[in-house]
């Protein structure tokens, strides 16, 4: 052992420099690989802790009294609630009209108050992503959601005085003096599952609630369920007393299951989660290969010196001992710098909504993710080299190895290409042997890989953005949408829009939700008034009666369900359940309003209008879908469909248009969205690790073969012979690689695209991208551009110098 330090330290003196090269490299490369799959654990963890942390209800009720406290004491002492919030919703103006003028209707939002401390102190108290909480004793004091922050209205620590609507005994304004002590964020707004989710509200205190500062009483009750109890189980036993206090609900109770919220958003949060860890994946893989080479390199630089240390006693294994303390120190180093690295970068995670849900951000230190995945890459540097370093210790320098050859090599010098050419494939397809030999089979499968990768991730980011900006991909098969805030339109007021010229369809629906299989799903009632309006259909056609319903992808599979079976149906409201035929697949965007959980991509279904009729009666609807026809003038056939809206009351006209059907598109699409550069930018680092491991094998060709280039020199080859031949060695490498990897790239990308977009409810065919195509010419051209500078060091190659010193 003695020997085996004595030789390592020795090699730490003479290298000192480029061994701290070397551990940076491998600190920074893993650092970021560690950062990634941390980012990636934080993300995908961090709404389930902010559940845990903020004591998160499970569902809430309501019902249509006004008065919801009657209501609200015979639910609390149900024997599947563990503890309730009692809360209470009233309006406000948050500017404040001057006497005698009428309040500004375009500054009302909600106001959600707790009754007593339960809510937001208790039960589902929110992440402040400024400022504090207010005093639950303080009735000038209140917080905004994130919504309301955005508007740009108030400001955290700002003193404002707002309007305050009372109904007793007739409607009247009282202005209130307010504090706005924080910005917050409840488990309901990270990712909004319904359009109430979104909307901007102002939070106020339990002292606030009793100055009896409210429009009325009505609101609802947050329930936390006993550990073991069910949804399912709690909404039976609310809706059974529901139907025994018909004279204190207002006729109906409304029960929202939380844990269905929950899971959506957990599923739109996973792209960001996944998009990290597929990073950290491949950019760990890459970084192995490319770092793996250039430490078998340093392993085998010491061949000169084994006659020596042979001579002086040192057996094998002591020589592969000296090499691998080397290694170990380096990538021991360099992991402590890593993790040192992804400590640092913890910074920016979580990414997307997950950053609204963490409870602690900041500085984190993981110590599995980057503790023991900094010991794992270090353990996986050190097995990578062991071979290497092993063969390159029982190489002595005058020993000679079997020449490798290459059947392609052998076929090129057998034509007429000039020698420079010949030469130069030989070297890129051919090792060489003993000390000048040259690692070209792990250059190319590093090459292969990091192509082959940059391609499948091109192929499915282009699928993924094209999903994204493609509205009739998720169901968005319409040019407009009329939607009534408050109320409904009749149906003809909707038949009026038919009339409009430039419109080729128009159709009436409803919103609301089904029960299929105890599982409550998100639904839409449509009846097409003109031509044919409808979600986007893989399969079947649309709905022409009471009797029959469209299911989207996920329900259908969830069922295993199929166009022409029949399936019992329990509508909203409706006790009985109704038989009714499959006769079509689909898939939805966005639609739903109020506490109605929206359609999204497969998750949802469609019935007929008589189905599902709205609140107003079957000739009722809550929204209309508008389809204009081939080459009308859009801009002419909005302002007289304005006009006819002019006479509906609470109908708000949103045209989605052009880069507008983004507020229709679907939880799930609106955050792959976010993300839909991601498997781009990955590309884009994986191309870099690429041409580092092009640069490196080229570099490290020069270097390690300035023996053979000296005597290709001293036989002939003339600077420009000499500068070319390493030129066709980097576009060997290139193609080669890049004729290997391009069609696997493009079939993994292909699978990969297939199986994420089954999974996600939509069937979308692979777009392949032509900058996937014209990957082998853009890695020749880059191959020769990074070729330039070791092809002007080989080109002044002194033979003299380098024969005499051999």
């Known amino acids: 052992m003695a020997a085996v330090w004595i030789r390592v330290r020795s090699e730490l003196r003479a290298s000192a420099r480029?061994?701290?090269?070397?551990?940076?490299?491998?600190?920074?490369?893993?650092?970021?690989?560690?950062?990634?799959?941390?980012?990636?654990?934080?993300?995908?963890?961090?709404?389930?802790?902010?559940?845990?942390?903020?004591?998160?209800?499970?569902?809430?009720?309501?019902?249509?009294?006004?008065?919801?406290?009657?209501?609200?004491?015979?639910?609390?002492?149900?024997?599947?609630?563990?503890?309730?919030?009692?809360?209470?919703?009233?309006?406000?103006?948050?500017?404040?009209?001057?006497?005698?003028?009428?309040?500004?209707?375009?500054?009302?939002?909600?106001?959600?108050?707790?009754?007593?401390?339960?809510?937001?102190?208790?039960?589902?108290?929110?992440?402040v992503l400024a400022g504090r909480l207010p005093n639950p004793n303080r009735a000038d004091e209140a917080v905004m959601n994130r919504f309301l922050a955005g508007t740009g209205t108030l400001k955290v620590g700002q003193r404002v005085t707002i309007d305050n609507l009372f109904q007793e005994p007739e409607p009247r304004?009282?202005?209130r003096t307010l504090t706005i002590t924080g910005e917050v964020v409840f488990p309901n707004e990270v990712v909004p599952n319904s359009p109430l989710d979104s909307v901007p509200t102002l939070y106020l205190t339990p002292a606030f609630a009793r100055t009896r500062g409210l429009a009325s009483t009505c609101g609802g009750i947050e329930v936390q369920l006993k550990n073991g109890a069910d949804v399912d189980a709690f909404r039976a036993s609310v809706t059974q007393l529901g139907a025994k206090n018909k004279e204190v609900t207002g006729g109906a109770t409304f029960i929202q299951n939380y844990h269905e919220r929950n899971a959506n958003v957990l599923r739109a949060i996973r792209p960001q989660a996944l998009a990290l860890w597929l990073f950290a994946a491949i950019a760990g893989l890459t970084s192995i290969v490319v770092l793996g080479q250039i430490l078998a390199r340093q392993a085998s630089l010491g061949v000169a010196e084994h006659p020596a240390l042979r001579a002086l006693g040192m057996t094998r294994r002591q020589l592969f001992g000296a090499a691998m303390a080397r290694n170990v120190l380096v990538c021991a180093a360099g992991a402590a710098v890593g993790a040192i690295v992804a400590t640092g970068a913890s910074m920016l995670m979580p990414i997307g909504p997950a950053r609204l849900a963490e409870p602690h951000l900041g500085l984190e230190f993981n110590s599995v993710v980057v503790g023991l995945g900094a010991v794992g890459f270090a353990l996986l540097l050190v097995a990578v080299v062991a071979v290497p370093a092993w063969r390159a210790a029982g190489v002595a320098a005058d020993q000679r190895e079997p020449e490798g050859t290459s059947r392609i090599a052998r076929a090129v010098s057998d034509t007429a290409l000039p020698p420079a050419a010949s030469v130069g494939i030989s070297m890129a397809l051919e090792p060489g042997r003993g000390r000048t030999a040259v690692p070209v089979r792990s250059a190319l499968l590093g090459a292969s890989v990091a192509i082959g990768t940059v391609v499948a991730a091109l192929v499915f980011g282009t699928s993924l953005s094209h999903l994204v900006s493609t509205p009739s991909l998720y169901g968005w098969r319409w040019d407009a949408i009329v939607d009534t805030s408050f109320g409904a339109m009749t149906k003809d007021q909707i038949s009026q829009f038919a009339a409009v010229p430039g419109i080729a369809g128009v159709a009436g629906g409803h919103y609301g939700d089904v029960t299929i299989a105890g599982k409550t799903v998100p639904a839409v009632g449509i009846d097409s008034l003109k031509g044919s309006v409808f979600p986007r259909l893989t399969e079947g056609r649309a709905t022409r009666d009471a009797n029959e319903i469209v299911l989207g992808t996920k329900v259908a599979a969830r069922l295993h369900a199929r166009v022409g079976d029949v399936i019992p149906v329990l509508v909203e409201q409706d006790p009985a359940r109704h038989p009714m035929r499959v006769v079509g697949v689909g898939v939805f965007p966005a639609l739903g309003r109020g506490s109605f959980a929206p359609t999204s991509l497969g998750e949802g279904v469609a019935v007929s209008g008589a189905a599902m009729p709205d609140e107003g009666g079957t000739d009722a609807y809550a929204f209309a879908l508008v389809r204009f026809a081939p080459g009308a003038n859009e801009h002419d056939v909005r302002a007289k469909m304005q006009k006819l809206m002019a006479a509906i009351p609470g109908c708000v006209f949103t045209c989605e248009l052009g880069s507008r059907p983004e507020q229709r598109r679907p939880a799930d699409i609106s955050n792959y969205a976010r993300v839909r550069r991601t498997p781009l930018m990955l590309a884009g680092a994986l191309g870099l690790l690429s041409l580092a491991t092009l640069a490196h094998t080229l570099v490290s060709a020069v270097t390690r073969r300035r023996r053979d280039l000296a005597i290709l020199k001293t036989i002939g080859f003339v600077r420009g012979q000499v500068s070319r031949l390493v030129i066709w060695q980097a576009t060997t490498v290139a193609v080669v690689a890049s004729v290997i990897a391009v069609p696997a790239g493009i079939a993994a990308g292909r699978w990969l695209w297939r199986t994420f977009a089954t999974e996600l409810g939509v069937p979308s065919p692979a777009t392949i991208p032509l900058v996937a195509v014209l990957v082998v010419p853009a890695a020749m051209v880059l191959a020769n551009v990074i070729a330039a500078f070791p092809a002007r060091a080989a080109g002044r190659t002194h033979p003299a110098l380098v024969l005499r010193s051999e």
Request: glycine share 8%; hydrophobic share 50%.
């Open 173 to 175: 304004v009282v202005p």
């Open 18 to 127: 480029g061994l701290i090269v070397l551990v940076l490299l491998v600190g920074f490369t893993g650092g970021i690989v560690l950062a990634a799959a941390a980012g990636a654990r934080r993300t995908e963890t961090a709404f389930p802790r902010f559940l845990s942390s903020s004591h998160a209800a499970d569902a809430v009720v309501s019902t249509q009294a006004d008065d919801a406290r009657p209501f609200n004491a015979l639910v609390e002492p149900l024997r599947e609630v563990r503890s309730a919030a009692p809360i209470a919703a009233c309006v406000v103006f948050v500017k404040h009209a001057r006497p005698g003028q009428p309040p500004d209707f375009k500054t009302a939002f909600p106001g959600v108050v707790g009754i007593d401390e339960r809510f937001m102190y208790g039960i589902d108290r929110p992440n």
